[in-house]
């Protein structure tokens, strides 16, 4: 029988005699038999997480084994670039995140699943969109490039996935087939990716067969979500109140519908609560079974999955099923085969919650209380011009009459063999491929409406995506210990090829509803307006060279060196290859004898290293000067919507010596453990240096072209440190209690533009953006103006620097109003004025997580939060101005209406002829926040129970995301992708039940 | 074989290599120079408009319409976006011109018909975007050949006059080279008379009114040749059916938008941009820019000088919308309001108003079918009656004020008084065709816009507002581009 140290029975232990083929495992008990030919063989237990035991048989025919848990740091192994390491000599910066750790959240991305569980890697959840559809935004030790891509390459079992543009949506993988996540952050970790790396590199590894009997693992919940944290707008009485207050301001008549106040509230109540319409209350359910096992020369792993996501707004949904096998064979005592196939079909049912104009959250916090969503007779309703002076869109009806499906099918794959050619030296080949065939179909029936701008024209378009990726990568690897001396050599070659294929049509005007289809004998367009198609393809290829050797000197000094050569299509003829080399020491110092005295000290490593590598996100073909043949002009007897005629000239100008961002990146860090490693603590200072920044630098139009040329000019630089802290705070029979802290903080500046100008970036509905890049500040800094309270009278308003000239308060500025600082004390206030007024940046993010076992329960307590990040909370434009007449949040009742009432909150006007609502940093709001992301209580029926049921363990578990969340932020959440909160989807809270069981 | 692998074609598009062989790629050049009109003339309004006596900015108050605002109110900087797209599409039509002058001679098969019309349109073209660039910023960059980046990155601004001297060369070349009138779907390219009739404008923009006398009438007395006549009805200019029609000198093309959102493409933004503000009988609901001020309102004759609806113009009822006016079509049942965000007296510009219920020419986002006029024949006789003076032009302006239902102007004006007239025809003629703030600069006393300006209340307006800053993105790059006092 093999127990652990604790007596508790041990399963699945292999046990081998030593030098024979012949073994077995243990079963559910932890009891095993064997055949052996004599007493002095040896036999040798090994399991996972345990040191291998090799007891000589003797004359004992019950043989009780006690295993004791292998020292980790020593054990563990990471996974890096083409091959794995021990973690013990790893001498680059990587964190590694369990599959216990991925799925302690409820997430449908395993990318979300990576927040406030690794130091330096910043995640933010762009929106709260079923499924992770939103896309998370993972940035490893802040940014790289400021045009380019900042996602780090993901590795899938070996396969670069194609960068998806966007931030990350890993949602076509079940992150319960995941065993484990190892990112790669420090160049030297990272440089074997060489010209994709320089954003570093997310390992993931997928769950793989095990050698022993048949392990089904079974897990199932069901979750409920609601919003929480949503803003309190007028009632109808307070609207009309407000809204004829700001009419009556720009000299326009009150709404005769508004007039009475009193007579709004006898008709409306309380009137609309257009939120609640868009809300809901929304289940959630997950499903997986893992089944793996296998003997020595095969095993398998199968995974399978469901998913489903009812969106906390109402039409939203996601739906997920996966399905994956990984297999392994040793085929031969020197060749091993295997296989890894993902298969999956998402299928998102979205609403627009993401632009600045038609957002449904923005449409739903505008919607006047005073209008309905429905007539009586159940017909759509909304905002009338003439009646309400509100027509933007019914956010009911944009959210039941467009219709959007987005369908996904993946298939991610490859297969490998590995032939040993000698002792110590492998060839290993591995082929892949990545298909996405997506489909995106919209529908939007004409459906009448008595307001808020229904659709007219029934309008269908469909698209086709598809994106298949090939890879071919064969590698030699040679393992040699001479005495004290240990090498690892590895050479290789590998090309990538990555492709996209789009094609789609739309056709508007289907003079009757329900055919969503673009058959010629359903509708047949005859006006060119009505129709539109197009097709897209390109490819980019790489084709690298890759080597690597790792030496260590009795496992106490370590040396490693890499380089890789990248040849990329997306350069032009005399730049398309790049070089990036890399190498790191490390020290053992542990292992050294004036330390071994320090009894109380386990662990001490320090490490050191430097690398370079690159990023290769631009456009295919951008050295090329092309003509640009859609400069089309509507000659004729064009009363219509008639074709343009076509025309074609260059709108670029081409830049021959296009190349890729370099990044270069010193990492000085160490490694510490006390007292048996009880306490562990990773401590990591690094400089990040990008260099040859891709900048789209502008041209004169005076050239006659107006697309900016990239070009290789600028820098930037990020420092940083990552920490991470380990403790087992308790370690007893019946209560253990450990503790993972982990914080991160870099500082990013631009430190060059060259030859790019500042840039202006953000908010779509106001000109002049919201967000600049610019020499000697963090990318992306918020640029606005600057408040200085209200002015309280016409004095001060004499004053200050001319705002709004003019004398009638209701086209010029007047008390009530909000000033301005005049920055270059000019005496206008202008666009000139415009400063820095916040960085989005977070001060330091951090994760911090408990977890209780007392007897058979388990608490683990999550807690995540950023520090010291600004957004600018742009819903207030929208909920303090009254645009188109639309509604207020309830702060802002507390505005200016006379000398002294605020100095915060300006008069309610109209038409703003002060401009109170321009990007100042009025709206710029600290989202420093502190959240308990997950708490999870789980309780494991006792051994005896299950034992005579047969099943090996089972848990019932319920937990809580997002319960609660500590924040001045006023908007729905303080997590905001990009900076700027224009009322994306929030995050739900979630509630769930959960039973895993293993068999 | 790895050199193939990474050396990809783009097999999806053109490139200047493959480019500029047949008759089809000359003419696809040639309307490249045209298409930066359409986005000139979405600007153009904040400019001839906005920035004069005849509208104010309009639309929904606050930050919306910020950089009209500027303009409106003579707090105009370098960053102004309108300043930088206005730029932008001028020279964009000038390379392709440029390019065009360059390349269609080099063209292998090219019949000799089309090749003069395209060196002509060619010469048009610059000559129009110049004509547009010299009148808002004075000195600008003059270049008469397809210009490398390195040089538009050096080049400085040439003095206006040498600038004028081209502009009148170019018109020259064109009149000799373009055609007199086109048909079907070439209709709406310059023809000799479009040549002609700018180059009487810019005469008359440089004060040479023997020469704008000659070039008007010499158009006047060829008006059959080119198919010129006054509709009987001023409203018929802005109807859709109507374009490019009897009284069309040149005129900006436009077709519907389709769901375009987007002041550079194919459609016109003006009419959702101008429709009264939120009240839905334009698409995208009507912004309500460019309000007509009080004092246009109060130009147009009256029986009764006291009641605003007795006013006799016919031009008033086609170009402006004023409380009252009524519009029905299918669902719509519409009365102007007597104020609306933006419009204190309840004015809104009507001249490209497509109604929303009009699918043809309004079907979906900003953008209507509606051409805007940049040139009518009415034009070239208040030109020459301008030109010519009293005695040999009053007639041509008499001409224009019948067809309004208005009275003969009195005889024995004095030249003030009569200059004083015109400008006044003018101003009702061409309301809301953007000629105004061109019209106010060119006037022979040069304090005219300032104290015209200052009367309708823009107390900021200085002398310096007769040119626009430099646009400061162009600046940025270009060390050589000097500034305009602003």
């Known amino acids: 029988k093999v127990t652990d140290e604790k007596g508790e029975a041990l399963p699945g232990v292999s046990i081998k005699i030593k030098n024979e083929t012949v073994s077995t495992q243990t079963n559910v008990n932890g009891e095993f038999s064997l055949r052996v030919g004599s007493e002095n063989q040896v036999l040798v237990f090994s399991y996972l997480g345990f040191t291998t035991k090799e007891v000589l048989v003797g004359k004992n025919r019950n043989i009780m084994v006690t295993l004791q848990p292998s020292n980790a740091s020593l054990e563990e192994v990471v996974v890096v670039g083409y091959g794995t390491q021990q973690k013990a000599t790893v001498s680059s910066s990587i964190s590694s995140v369990s599959s216990r750790e991925i799925t302690a959240t409820p997430v449908a991305d395993a990318a979300q699943a990576l927040q406030g569980r690794v130091a330096g890697v910043t995640v933010v959840q762009n929106s709260g969109a079923p499924g992770g559809t939103g896309g998370t935004g993972i940035r490893i030790r802040g940014i790289s490039s400021v045009t380019g891509t900042n996602n780090p390459l993901i590795v899938l079992d070996g396969f670069p996935l194609p960068d998806q543009g966007a931030d990350n949506v890993l949602n076509s993988f079940s992150p319960g087939e995941i065993e484990s996540i190892d990112v790669l952050k420090d160049a030297s970790a990272a440089s074997i990716y060489g010209v994709r790396g320089s954003n570093g590199v997310i390992m993931i590894t997928t769950k793989r067969g095990k050698e022993g009997v048949v392990n089904i693992n079974a897990d199932v919940y069901r979750g409920m979500q609601q919003a929480w944290r949503l803003p309190t707008m007028l009632n109808a009485r307070e609207y009309a109140i407000l809204n004829n207050e700001a009419r009556i301001a720009s000299l326009l008549n009150p709404l005769p519908k508004l007039a009475d106040p009193t007579a ?6 309380e009137g609309t609560d257009w939120l609640d319409e868009i809300f809901r209350g929304a289940a959630m359910t997950n499903a997986t079974v893992n089944i793996n096992g296998g003997t020595e020369k095969a095993k398998y792993s199968f995974s399978t999955g469901y998913f489903q996501q009812d969106g906390i707004i109402e039409e939203t949904s996601f739906e997920r099923f996966t399905a994956r096998f990984n297999g392994d064979l040793k085929a031969s005592k020197r060749l091993k085969i295997g296989n890894s196939l993902a298969l999956s079909r998402t299928k998102e049912d979205p609403a627009n919650t993401f632009d600045a104009f038609n957002s449904v959250i923005l449409l739903a916090l505008t919607a006047p209380p005073t209008v309905r969503p429905r007539n009586p007779d159940g017909t759509y309703a909304g905002g009338n011009g003439g009646i309400d002076g509100f027509d933007e869109p019914n956010p009911v009806y944009q959210l039941e009459v467009p219709q959007f499906l987005n369908t996904r099918f993946r298939l991610t794959g490859s297969v490998f063999g590995e032939y040993e050619i000698a002792t110590g030296l492998s060839f290993k080949a591995n082929l892949g491929l990545d298909f996405i065939t997506q489909s995106l179909r919209g529908y939007n029936p004409a459906i009448p409406s008595t307001g808020g701008r229904p659709i007219i024209r029934t309008g269908v378009t469909d698209q086709t995506n598809f994106n298949p990726s090939y890879l071919g990568e064969f590698t030699l690897n040679y393992t040699k210990k001479i005495k004290d001396h240990s090498f690892n050599l590895l050479a290789g070659y590998t090309v990538q090829d990555n492709n996209f294929n789009t094609l789609g049509a739309g056709r508007t005007g289907y003079s009757v509803l329900g055919f969503p289809v673009l058959n010629d004998n359903i ?16 490819t980019n290829r790489l084709l690298s060279y890759v080597g690597r050797i790792n030496y260590d000197y009795k496992g106490k000094y370590i ?6 050569q990248d040849g990329s299509s997306n350069f032009g003829p005399d730049n398309k290859y790049a070089i990036f080399p890399a190498f790191s020491l490390a020290w053992r110092a542990i292992d050294e004898d004036f330390i071994k005295n320090y009894t109380w000290l386990s662990d001490l490593k320090l490490r050191f290293s430097f690398g370079v590598v690159g990023n290769q996100d631009i456009p295919g073909f951008s050295y090329l000067a092309g003509i640009n043949s859609g400069i089309g002009y509507a000659f004729g007897d064009n009363t219509g919507s008639g074709g343009l005629v ?40 690094y400089q990040r240096k990008s260099l040859d920044l891709l900048f789209r630098v502008p041209v004169p139009t005076t050239s006659g072209t107006y697309e900016p040329i990239p070009f290789n000019t600028g820098d930037m630089v990020n420092k940083g440190i990552d920490f991470t802290l380990n403790s087992v705070n308790f370690d007893k029979k019946n209560f253990k209690w450990n503790t993972t802290l982990v914080l991160s903080a870099y500082d990013n500046e631009l430190t060059s533009l060259g030859l790019a100008s500042p840039i202006n970036n953000g908010f779509a509905r106001i000109p002049g953006g919201s967000l600049r890049v610019e020499q000697g500040f963090p990318v992306n800094y918020f640029y606005g103006f600057k408040t200085d309270g209200i002015f309280q009278n016409q004095a001060e308003i004499d004053a200050h620097a001319t705002q709004t000239p003019g004398t009638n308060p209701a086209t010029s500025t007047a008390p009530g109003d909000i000033r301005f600082v005049d920055v270059n004390k000019d005496g206008v206030i202008n666009d000139m004025d415009r400063t820095n007024i916040g960085n989005p940046n977070p001060t330091f993010t951090y994760g911090f997580t408990n977890n209780f076992t007392y007897k058979n329960f388990e608490l683990s307590l999550f807690i995540q939060g950023a520090e010291g990040n600004k957004v600018l909370n742009f819903n207030r434009w929208y909920t303090e101005s009254g645009v ?4 207020y949040s309830n702060y802002f009742i507390g505005r200016w209406t006379g000398e002294g009432t605020s100095n915060s909150i300006p008069r309610a006007i109209q038409n703003d002829p002060n401009q109170n609502n321009r990007v100042s940093d009025r709206f710029v709001e600290d989202a420093s926040y502190l959240r308990i992301k997950n708490l999870r209580l789980g309780y494991s029926l006792p051994s005896k129970w299950m034992r ?10 319920g937990s809580v995301q997002n319960l609660l969340t500590v924040t001045n932020y006023t908007g729905f959440d303080p997590e905001v992708g990009g900076g700027v909160d224009i009322g994306y989807y929030p995050q739900a809270r979630i509630f769930l039940l959960g039973i895993n069981a293993s068999f | 074989c790895k050199k193939d692998f990474l050396n990809l074609d783009p097999n999806d598009r053109i490139t200047t290599e493959n480019f500029y062989q047949t008759e089809a790629d000359a003419v696809a050049a040639i309307n490249a120079a045209y298409q930066p009109l359409a986005g000139l003339y979405n600007l153009m309004w904040q400019f001839g408009d906005i920035m004069s006596d005849d509208t104010d900015t309009g639309g929904g108050g606050g930050g919306d319409g910020a950089s009209e605002l500027e303009l409106d109110n003579f707090t105009v900087t370098p960053f102004n976006s309108n300043l930088s797209n206005y730029w932008a599409q001028c020279y964009l039509g000038i390379q392709r011109a440029n390019i065009a002058i360059e390349k269609v001679p080099t063209v292998p098969s090219i019949s000799e018909s089309v090749k003069n019309r395209s060196l002509g349109e060619a010469y048009f073209l610059r000559a129009v975007y110049y004509f547009h660039l010299v009148r808002l910023f004075g000195d600008v960059p003059l270049y008469t050949n397809p210009i490398s980046l390195e040089e538009a990155r050096t080049i400085a601004r040439s003095p206006r006059a040498d600038v004028y001297t081209q502009i009148i060369a170019d018109l020259r070349q064109a009149e000799q080279l373009l055609p007199n009138t086109y048909t079907g779907t070439n209709k709406g390219r310059a023809t000799a008379g479009s040549a002609k009739g700018i180059l009487a404008s810019v005469y008359l923009t440089l004060g040479n009114k023997t020469e704008a006398a000659a070039k008007s009438l010499e158009v ?34 436009y077709r519907s938008g389709g769901g375009q959102w987007t002041f550079f493409g194919g459609g016109q933004v003006l009419n959702t941009f101008m429709g009264p503000r939120a009240q839905n009988i334009v698409q995208s609901s009507g912004y309500g820019f460019s309000v007509p001020t009080l004092d246009l309102f109060n130009q147009y004759e009256r029986t009764n000088p006291a009641d605003s609806s007795t006013i006799r113009d016919e031009r008033r009822r086609p ?17 102007q309001p007597a104020s609306l965000v933006g419009s204190p007296n309840g004015f809104n510009t009507k001249k490209y108003f497509i109604p929303i219920t009009n699918l043809t020419g309004d079907n979906g986002g900003w953008t209507a079918a509606k051409n805007i006029p940049v040139m009518r024949y009415s034009e070239i006789l208040l030109i020459y009656a301008e030109a010519a003076g009293p005695t040999l032009g009053k007639q041509y302006i008499d001409r224009v004020r019948a067809r309004a239902n208005l009275n003969p102007l009195p005889a024995g004006l004095s030249d003030a008084a009569y200059l004083a007239a015109i400008y006044k025809e003018r101003r009702l003629e061409f309301a809301f065709e953007m000629h105004r703030w061109f019209d106010l600069l060119r006037h022979p006393n040069p304090n005219y816009f300032i104290d015209v300006m200052r009367a309708a209340g823009k107390t900021n307006v200085a002398a310096k507002h007769r040119f626009m800053p430099i646009p400061q993105s162009e600046r940025d790059i270009n060390p050589n581009l000097t500034q305009n006092d602003y």
């Open chain 1, 264 to 269: 709004v509230q006898q008709e409306y109540g």
């Open chain 1, 523 to 538: 509708f047949r367009p005859v006006d060119l307006s009505e129709t539109y198609n197009f097709n897209g393809f390109g």
């Open chain 1, 559 to 564: 040396l490693q060196a890499s380089i890789r």
């Open chain 1, 646 to 685: 076509a025309g074609a000239a260059p709108t670029a100008l081409s830049n021959p010596n296009i190349g890729w961002e370099k990044n270069q990146q010193i990492n000085i860090g160490f490694d510490l453990g006390f007292y048996k490693n009880r306490l562990t603590t990773s401590v990591d200072l």
């Open chain 1, 884 to 887: 188109s007449n639309g509604n």
């Open chain 1, 948 to 957: 005579t049921a047969k099943i090996q363990k089972m848990q019932i578990y």
């Open chain 2, 220 to 253: 006047i007395n060829n008006a059959g040749l080119y198919g010129y006549d006054l509709w009987d009805d001023y409203g018929d200019n802005f109807k859709l059916e109507n374009e490019n029609g009897k009284e069309s000198v040149f005129e900006v093309q």
């Open chain 2, 319 to 335: 170009s402006m919308w004023m409380p009252g006016d009524k519009f029905v079509s299918g669902p719509i049942n519409y009365t």
